[in-house]
């Protein structure tokens, strides 16, 4: 076992268990395709960063695409907020740049073999940095919230979903312990003046309820 495989071992036990049950099924849903999109919903902070970094280490032939490297920037979101009563429909269809997010799965679907160079906004470097998406491998695992809502464009490009189900009270505890650790321990997802944890935890349970099983090949706890 190399030492980044041992790391990931020891420090996220839940979510190596889980990459290797993703990994398992991969071995069946490859079968035959020369080129898949695996979507991985769950709520924020239900580990799927962590997971897909895990299974990037399990299987080499996997390209790590993360929903909130497209996240569009904090003053576009406050105006956008600001500009609609229905919360809804700006986090579930408008929070990211799904315009590149298709691109890139739309080329990777088209069989592309490039090397997709793009420059991303860093929120934990708070510094733009480049990102690079090798698209002669097989396997593009998208993870992000919100994923599986049957209006998102992206939604017909997943070949496979799979959905973490966490507690969800658990989660917002390990969110803002993780926050604290960012912004120090005086933090409150309340106590921000431009915080979306609350609304954001009312639209998703409201998603979940009516949306998060929609086409879920499988399901993690």
Same mark, same amino acid.
């Given at each position: *076992?190399? @030492?980044?495989?041992?790391?990931?071992?020891?420090?996220?036990?839940? @979510?190596?268990?889980?990459?290797?049950?993703?990994?398992?099924?991969?071995?069946?849903?490859?079968?035959?395709?020369?080129?898949?999109?695996?979507?991985?919903?769950?709520?924020?902070?239900?580990?799927? @960063?962590?997971?897909?970094?895990?299974?990037?280490?399990?299987?080499?032939?996997?390209?790590?695409?993360?929903?909130?490297?497209?996240?569009?920037?904090?003053?576009?979101? @406050?105006?956008?907020?600001?500009?609609?009563?229905?919360?809804?429909? *700006?986090?579930?269809?408008?929070?990211?740049?799904?315009?590149?997010?298709?691109?890139?799965?739309?080329?990777?679907?088209?069989?592309?073999?490039?090397?997709?160079?793009?420059?991303?906004?860093?929120?934990?470097?708070?510094?733009?940095?480049?990102?690079?998406?090798?698209?002669?491998?097989?396997?593009?695992?998208?993870?992000?919230?919100?994923?599986?809502?049957?209006?998102?464009?992206?939604?017909?490009?997943?070949?496979?979903?799979?959905?973490?189900?966490?507690?969800?009270?658990?989660?917002?505890?390990?969110?803002?312990?993780?926050?604290?650790?960012?912004?120090?321990?005086?933090?409150?997802?309340?106590?921000?003046?431009?915080?979306?944890?609350?609304?954001?935890?009312?639209?998703?349970?409201?998603?979940?309820?009516n949306y998060y099983h929609f086409g879920s090949n499988l399901e993690i706890k």
């Open positions: *076992m190399n @030492s980044s495989i041992q790391q990931f071992n020891i420090e996220y036990p839940d @979510s190596w268990r889980r990459a290797n049950e993703i990994q398992e099924h991969i071995l069946e849903w490859i079968k035959g395709s020369d080129k898949m999109v695996i979507g991985i919903d769950g709520y924020s902070a239900a580990g799927k @960063s962590t997971i897909l970094a895990c299974l990037s280490e399990i299987n080499s032939n996997v390209i790590k695409l993360h929903l909130d490297d497209f996240l569009k920037s904090s003053e576009e979101r @406050s105006k956008l907020m600001r500009g609609v009563q229905d919360k809804t429909v *700006m986090f579930e269809k408008n929070w990211y740049r799904y315009d590149l997010v298709e691109d890139l799965l739309k080329k990777f679907k088209s069989g592309s073999n490039e090397v997709i160079k793009l420059e991303l906004y860093d929120y934990d470097q708070k510094e733009v940095v480049t990102k690079e998406y090798d698209l002669s491998k097989s396997i593009l695992v998208v993870e992000g919230i919100f994923l599986f809502h049957p209006e998102l464009p992206i939604n017909k490009y997943l070949d496979q979903r799979v959905y973490i189900n966490v507690d969800f009270d658990s989660a917002d505890e390990k969110r803002e312990d993780r926050e604290k650790k960012r912004w120090g321990e005086d933090y409150t997802a309340l106590n921000q003046e431009n915080s979306f944890s609350a609304p954001f935890s009312e639209v998703y349970r409201d998603y979940y309820n």
